[in-house]
């Protein structure tokens, strides 16, 4: 049957396979058909999502169980079966749920890992773990794919955690290097942390509504729409508290403001795996969660959402601000990356629910679609050019246009495309989140508006230093990439151009219904000038050498190196971790275990033996002794009886 | 011969071949199989325990008998399991079972001794299970006690003589206390011609009067409360722990310290609702401050034995926090984690036995690095941390995410309160497994002996696969599990909600 959706179980099993067959028996044979065998189950996944996109989207998503054909994309669940009942209530369901989002992130999610496997297979060439490495790549697709196809919001959490697991073990994937498991911990252990609010979230929220599912949580008759909860907790509604802490979960994964802390370490990964989770998919989980609840936040607690919104954009604009000055390019795209998602919390901060109202969900998913092609892309070239200077950091860059012709017009396609320059595609995007924004909150626009110059700066800033600039000396003269890795690149890079003429209005909006949308020149026009002055002011200082940069930051030293540290988050983390929780409690109570707790006990055991040993002299085996105490005792005896007796 | 006897008659009958037999490749290959077939019995009994009750089979206990064992007091050797018990005797198959693998060579004197010693454990756990007599249950506890000290005593390693002496103490303790709980219920219940019963079925038939709960209910409490590592009583776990021999540590954190949630399942909850309901406050806090304290205990240790029984108390005390919420839904988490608890545990302490054996040391600061070595028993140390910090997949998840939901199903907002701390112990464990997995597994060798170490044997693989399995087939699937407990939970729950 031409409409069954059933096969998307497929789009997620297949990379489970490849899992665990590379997983289990991958040491047994060559390492590149660990290689083979990943890629190519995604690419059947890659094949199918697109498959079911096309078929949803263009024929299918709007006509419900009857056949009919309506105006409304409807949430169709073609797999869903009860995996463990809690309660009589309440039971956790494992099934793939296909709506607008899911099918647009099943999308996402394949092509951007296909890429990342393509690429994988000549940049990790050689290395140890090839193997586990494919095999860990495979856990993670599978993990993000079914929490986007998550029918109810256990279901998420469950994979919310299985990505972050993957994560963890890509992160850490040189396990031999102190700093990259040093990073893949704190990674796991921030986001752990920030998954305690989201648990605690879904306690609340499934106390007062019995239910997880998705479809019943958003439904207009469902427990939250249709009977507003009325407890309070601290003058707010409970919901709304439940709804922050969900979104304290989804800001841990997307590293908002103050949960970020990881996400610049997380760079310690192979580039492939940044590019893949610390870029396109995993990092916009927590986008995806709030848009997968919208209807809840914009109509039942809309203060959530206004959280959501501006931690979105002192997000967007704290990362911004340390991007300008940091020199590991991908830290830079690593700030970059978590602006951006600022930019994707603030879309759905200023968005309400239906209609026109709901413009900012839009243009929020909308950019989640384009930045993840044009982040990805610039992850992967960023990889290109590691992979021939064999650094990091911008310093020891510089005129590798010369040398990397292909990664230097792929780069400078997404660099202009993440700078805003008309027609590209986060032009458009961008273009419709600061519309949203200049309708909702004129202060978060002009912010939103400043850190759109920002961006152009300090990408183009990368850029010219990467390839313009002065040459250093290079000790080998550095080569492009081979075919699989530049491949990849190409294919994104066509994708980060056109991505912006798919019409997303129509297709992804948050009740279903086709939006009109026209452009506003008074948002698009401002927005335009400051990506080129930010790119002009990256062009005066940084296409040739010069000493601009140098002396702004020595007339401006206290802030510079303030910025440059990160603001000392970092430091105020440790600070917490090993001041207040290892020595100020973890190390009392493992003295107040030893000495007073066991103390008291060993103690107990002393006096026993002490007080036996006081006693135990009476029973010294002497005959004598015994008679004399005897003899003294009936003697004693007799008397009392006697005396009593008189 | 009813089929429940097996369970106790096998292991018996293993005892005396050991005794029997002629050197240590003969003692752990009686043993091997021995307790193979008691894993094949008791698969076999789980499945047709859930084919009886799938066809509509409603008895609270099924394979039920009942013989007179000493008539003027009414002793009866009376047996039957339900699903909790029929997964609990699983559990302990399967560890006893990697237990043997686990001590293939590394027994290193009187073999046949240790075996002997280590099934006559298990048959009192086995007997403890199936028992539904409170004095041959009682029996059964103490036959699983008392070998301990003779195991620790001789075979243990470090401070072993202070390590058993008080591990034993402390246990015989709470024996005391629970012996004089049982006697007093026994004095107080009459069964259906009006003699005092030791019949646990018998007695839930009737309420004890209120007075008499509240006075006997505390010391039943306590005593099983020690094994299960209630806090302030579980110190002798850590010390015990680190003495102990690998298939001692496996058996007993994995399956002993379970006599304790499942004691108080079975005998304080199940007849002595009523006080159980009245003083439920008291543990709660107990036990919440067992669960985060013993997770804060651990991320100060440095010897793995230490880090593996602090992470115990904590994970064992959630088995006790989820039986206080005394919903369905939180003891079926609690009894998962028996399960879960059981099954992690012994993986560890598997585990920290093969690298100690390897290393000659437990202290992580002089390790590093052994993921290059020993990949295979790394990768099983991450996977058991993974489970143990509570990874979907893994079992340790469902038993966690039950019993928070069912603690959450209370409005009240000490319970409320007590289940946010308690679930935030998943964070702490995050935290200390992770360091553990860093400094031992990860970075750079630091010793250069450790370059030559061998991985992981036949009989090794054999230890470890068998627990991951288990681990990850309750992770994925674990609806039947959950439904067999939820259903014999159902007359437990029913007493303990009727009494408001």
């Not at chain 1, 002192?314 to 700030?335: E, N, P």
């Not at chain 2, 003699?195 to 079925?201: A, E, G, L, M, R």
Request: aromatic residues 14%; glycine residues 8%; hydrophobic residues 55%.
């Amino acid at each position: 049957m031409i409409m069954n959706f059933e096969y998307v179980l497929l789009i997620i099993l297949l990379p489970l396979l490849s899992f665990l067959i590379t997983g289990l028996t991958g040491m047994k044979y060559k390492p590149i058909w660990s290689g083979i065998i990943g890629t190519v189950s995604l690419g059947l996944s890659f094949s199918l999502s697109w498959f079911t996109a096309i078929k949803y989207f263009f024929a299918y998503g709007k006509i419900d169980a009857q056949g009919v054909l309506g105006d409304t994309f409807l949430k169709l669940t073609p797999w869903n079966i009860n995996w463990l009942q809690l309660s009589p209530t309440l039971h956790i369901d494992m099934g793939i749920m296909l709506d607008p989002i899911s099918v647009m992130m099943l999308v996402v999610v394949t092509t951007v890992s296909l890429m990342a496997h393509i690429y994988s297979i000549g940049y990790m060439k050689g290395e140890d773990g090839f193997v586990r490495f494919f095999s860990f790549l495979s856990l993670f697709s599978f993990s993000m794919l079914g929490l986007v196809v998550a029918t109810n919001l256990f279901q998420m959490y469950i994979f919310w955690e299985l990505v972050g697991v993957s994560s963890y073990l890509l992160i850490g994937y040189y396990y031999q290097k102190p700093s990259a498991v040093s990073a893949s911990k704190k990674a796991f252990i921030v986001t752990r942390f920030a998954d305690l609010g989201f648990l605690v979230g879904i306690l609340i929220l499934s106390y007062f509504t019995q239910t997880f599912d998705f479809k019943e949580l958003v439904s207009p008759e469902g427990p939250v729409l249709g009977h507003p909860i009325t407890a309070m907790f601290m003058g707010t509604s409970v919901l709304v508290w439940s709804m922050i802490l969900i979104f304290m979960g989804g800001a841990g994964k997307s590293a908002m403001f103050p949960l970020h802390i990881w996400l610049p370490d997380a760079m310690e990964g192979p580039t492939p795996v940044s590019a893949l989770i610390h870029a396109a998919t995993m990092v916009v989980a927590g986008v995806y969660l709030v848009a997968r609840l919208i209807p809840v936040y914009a109509i039942q607690a809309p203060a959530a959402l206004e959280v959501v919104g501006y931690v979105g954009a002192f997000s967007s604009l704290f990362a911004a601000i340390i991007a300008t000055t940091q020199f590991d390019i991908k830290r830079v795209l690593a700030f970059s990356t978590m602006s951006q998602i600022g930019y994707m919390m603030v879309g759905l901060g200023m968005s309400g629910y239906g209609g026109h109202e709901g413009l900012g969900y839009m243009a929020s998913m909308f950019h989640l679609f384009t930045h993840a092609m044009f982040k990805a892309l610039l992850f992967l070239a960023a990889g290109a050019i590691i992979h021939a200077v064999h650094s990091n950091v911008m310093n020891e860059m510089g005129g590798l246009r010369k040398y990397l012709p292909i990664t230097h017009i792929t780069f400078l396609i997404a660099t202009l495309t993440i700078a805003g320059v008309p027609g590209l595609s986060a032009f458009f995007s961008k273009d419709e989140i600061l519309v949203a924004a200049y309708h909702h909150n004129k202060f978060i626009y002009y912010i939103q508006l400043f850190v759109a110059g920002l961006t152009a700066f300090y990408m183009f800033r990368l850029y010219f230093r990467v390839f313009w600039n002065t040459e250093p000396h290079y000790h080998h003269t550095p080569h492009e990439s081979p075919l699989t890795m530049t491949i990849p690149l190409m294919f994104l890079a066509f994708m980060a151009i056109f991505s912006g003429y798919i019409p997303f209005h129509d297709l992804v909006t948050s009740d279903g219904k086709a939006l009109e949308t026209h452009a506003e020149y008074i948002v698009m026009i401002p927005a335009i000038l400051v990506g080129f002055i930010g790119i002009g002011m990256a062009w005066v200082m940084y296409k040739k050498e010069t000493d601009i940069p140098d002396k702004i930051s020595q007339s401006l030293r206290g802030i510079y190196t303030t910025i440059y540290h990160k603001f000392y988050i970092d430091e105020v983390y440790m600070f917490i971790t090993h001041r207040i929780l290892f020595r100020g409690i973890s190390q009392p109570i493992a003295w107040f275990d030893k000495h007073v707790i066991d103390g008291t006990l060993d103690g107990m055991g002393k006096t026993t033996e002490l007080v036996s040993d006081r006693i135990k002299g009476l029973q010294s085996g002497q005959l004598q002794k015994y008679a004399f105490v005897f003899v003294t005792g009936v003697i004693i005896l007799l008397l009392s009886v006697l005396y009593f007796a008189a | 011969m009813d089929f429940l006897s097996l369970f106790v008659i096998i292991p018996t009958i293993t005892v005396f071949a050991i005794a029997v037999s002629k050197n240590y490749q003969q003692t752990r290959l009686i043993a091997a199989v021995g307790m193979g077939i008691q894993l094949i019995l008791s698969i076999v009994l789980l499945f047709s325990y859930m084919a009886l009750r799938k066809a509509g089979n409603t008895e609270e206990m099924l394979y039920a008998h009942s013989y007179m064992w000493f008539p003027a007091l009414n002793i009866k050797y009376s047996i039957g399991v339900d699903g909790i018990a029929v997964a609990m005797i699983v559990l302990t198959s399967v560890i006893v079972f990697a237990g043997v693998f686990a001590s293939w060579i590394s027994v290193e004197k009187w073999q046949k001794e240790f075996f002997i010693f280590l099934i006559l454990l298990a048959t009192g756990v086995f007997g403890f299970f199936i028992s539904l007599d409170m004095f041959t249950m009682f029996l059964f506890y103490e036959l699983a006690v008392l070998p301990m000290y003779i195991l620790i005593g001789i075979w243990g390693s470090g401070r072993k003589e202070y390590g058993a002496m008080k591990l034993t103490l402390m246990l015989m303790g709470g024996s005391a206390l629970l012996l004089f709980g049982i006697i007093g219920i026994y004095y107080n219940s009459f069964d259906t011609f009006g003699n005092h019963t030791f019949d646990i079925i018998e007695i839930s038939h009737n309420n004890l009067p209120l007075n008499v709960q509240l006075f006997f209910y505390p010391f039943i409490f306590v005593g099983f409360g020690v094994l299960g590592a209630l806090f302030p009583l579980h110190t002798w776990s850590p010390d015990g722990h680190a003495s102990a021999p690998t298939a001692v540590s496996m058996l007993h954190a994995g399956v002993l310290m379970k006599l304790g949630g499942y004691g108080i399942l079975r005998v304080a909850m199940f007849l002595l609702p009523e006080a159980a309901q009245t003083t439920a406050w008291i543990f709660i806090i107990l036990a919440t401050i067992g669960v985060v304290y013993g997770a804060f205990g651990v991320i100060w240790q440095k010897d793995l034995k230490y880090i593996n029984a602090y992470s115990s108390v904590s994970h064992v005390g959630l088995i006790t926090f989820g039986l206080l919420m005394m919903n369905t839904t939180a003891m079926d988490g609690a009894v998962i984690q028996m399960i879960s608890h059981g099954l992690m545990t012994a993986l560890f302490f598997a585990l920290i036995g093969m690298i100690y054996g390897r290393t000659h040391t437990r202290d992580i600061t002089q390790m590093g690095g052994l993921m290059k070595v020993i990949p295979f028993l790394a990768v099983c140390y991450v996977i058991g941390g993974l489970a143990s910090l509570g990874l979907p997949g893994f079992s340790g998840f469902v038993a966690e995410m039950t019993i928070f939901f069912g603690a959450f199903q209370h409005a009240d907002a000490f319970r409320t309160v007590a289940t946010i701390l308690v679930a935030s112990s998943i964070v702490v464990a995050a935290v200390y497994i992770l360091r553990v997995i860093g400094i031992l597994l990860f970075g750079p060798i630091k010793n250069a002996h450790f370059e030559e170490l061998k991985d992981a044997t036949w009989y090794e693989r054999v230890s470890t696969v068998t627990l991951i399995l288990a681990i990850t087939i309750i992770g994925v699937a674990p609806f039947w599990l959950s439904d067999m407990i939820q259903v014999s939970l159902s007359p437990i729950v029913a007493r303990l909600t009727s009494v408001f």
